[in-house]
Structures are given as C-alpha cells and as structure tokens.
T-cell receptor, first 110, second 114 residues
Framework: KQEVTQIPAALSVPEGENLVLNCSFT??????LQWFRQDPGKGLTSLLL?????REQTSGRLNASLDKSSGRSTLYIAASQPGDSATYLC?????????FGAGTTVTVRA | DTAVSQTPKYLVTQMGNDKSIKCEQN?????MYWYKQDSKKFLKIMFS???????INETVPNRFSPKSPDKAHLNLHINSLELGDSAVYFC?????????????FGSGTRLTVV
C-alpha cells in the first residue's frame, strides 16, 4: 500500500523567501507524481505533473523534482508571494488511483 | 463555465437518511472519480470510472453507490447515512495523455451528518 508523507505540515515565511516543500512515498513503482494546490473551501488545482521517467518539471516560479529511487519529491517556489498562501498536496499515480499526502499549509506574510 | 461542477455545495442531513451528490464535467474527459477528504484533510480515492465503467472501488461501504449515466456525469448516492460519513467529497476528472493540468477537481461537497 502506497503511503505519502509531506513535511513540514505547516510553513510560514516572509514574502520574497523561497519555499521548499517535501514529499516522500513508500512504493517507488509509481506512474507519475503530481503537485496540487488547495485554497480554503475550494477544490484542488493541478500545478505540476512529473512522469515516472522524468526528473523534474518547471512552470514559472515553480519547480518540482522527482527521485524515484529514494522515494522523494521536492516542490520549490521561488520568490514567494502572499497569493501563494494555500495548502500544497503531493499525489502519486497512476491517475485512476492517486494516493495523496496530508499536505503542507503555507502562509506567506506580506 | 465551470469545468467540473458538483451539487450541492453543502449538505446537512440526519443519520439514516439517503442523499445524492451530482457531478458533471464539460471537459470531454473519459475518466471520473470520487474522493473523500476527512477532517484531517487526507484525500482518499473512493471510485474511478472510465467511459462509464467502474475501474476502482476502494473498499468503500456498499451504502455508497456511484452511477455514471454517461461519461460526463458521475453521481454518488449514499444510503443510511452515518456520522462518520461527514466529510468533503470531491469529484474529479482526467484524460490520459493530457499530462499537466489534465486532472481537474470540482469545488467539493461538504456533507455534515447530524
């Protein structure tokens, strides 16, 4: 059974600081890994998807890495802004059965 | 237009009642899902449907019965509601091969059983 852990559970940083969010998973036989953002009372928004054959993906200020052998992924958010405040969830695939971590709640202070 | 829409957004009901949550997606995706997010914020897969066919039933009590009349709709009917069913239920859809941004969630239905 796949178990996904996210550390830290919460993070508070001043605006402009870079964010580093960690995700680990127990079964390295994954199909893909996705990072989502969840705002309070809202659904999830897909941020980045890394296929199992890839090592990283980038979108704007976001960069996610994947190390299957060690069962780890890291999401980097550069130059954080108050609008980045949200809960960030890591999930490992396949798509038809994603396993989610409990998330890291990020607060960016203006 | 909302890509994945769920109704209702909030549902408060008494134990023992039967209720339904509806979900519709207008993205043309071929796979739809129901997820449950509990009070500790863990999201767990409940059901996956591909082209109206059930492909994943993740040990969900049979009081929960999904129904997919067509590939754009996946409804969730819950019989004999229990206190432990209180949670936020998310519908989602995806299309294999779309890669990033392919997985789309609805805004959730907050179910409270009293």
């Amino acid at each position: 059974k796949q178990e996904v852990t996210q550390i830290p559970a919460a993070l508070s940083v001043p605006e402009g600081e870079n964010l580093v969010l960690n995700c680990s998973f127990t079964d390295s036989a994954i199909y893909n890994l996705q990072w989502f953002r969840q705002d309070p009372g809202k659904g999830l928004t897909s941020l980045l998807l890394i296929q199992s054959s890839q090592r990283e993906q980038t979108s704007g200020r976001l960069n996610a890495s994947l190390d299957k052998s060690s069962g780890r992924s890291t999401l980097y958010i550069a130059a954080s802004q108050p609008g980045d405040s949200a809960t960030y969830l890591c999930a490992v695939g396949p798509d038809y059965k994603l396993s989610f971590g409990a998330g890291t709640t990020v607060t960016v202070r203006a | 237009d909302t890509a994945v829409s769920q109704t209702p957004k909030y549902l408060v009901t008494q134990m023992g009642n039967d209720k339904s949550i509806k979900c519709e997606q207008n993205l043309g995706h071929d796979t739809m899902y129901w997820y449950k997010q509990d009070s500790k914020k863990f999201l767990k897969i409940m059901f996956s449907y591909n082209n109206k066919e059930l492909i994943i039933n993740e040990t969900v009590p049979n009081r929960f019965s999904p129904k997919s009349p067509d590939k754009a709709h996946l409804n969730l009917h819950i019989n004999s509601l229990e206190l432990g069913d209180s949670a936020v239920y998310f519908c989602a859809s995806s299309q294999e091969g779309l890669g990033n941004y392919g997985y789309t969630f609805g805004s959730g239905t907050r179910l409270t059983v009293v």
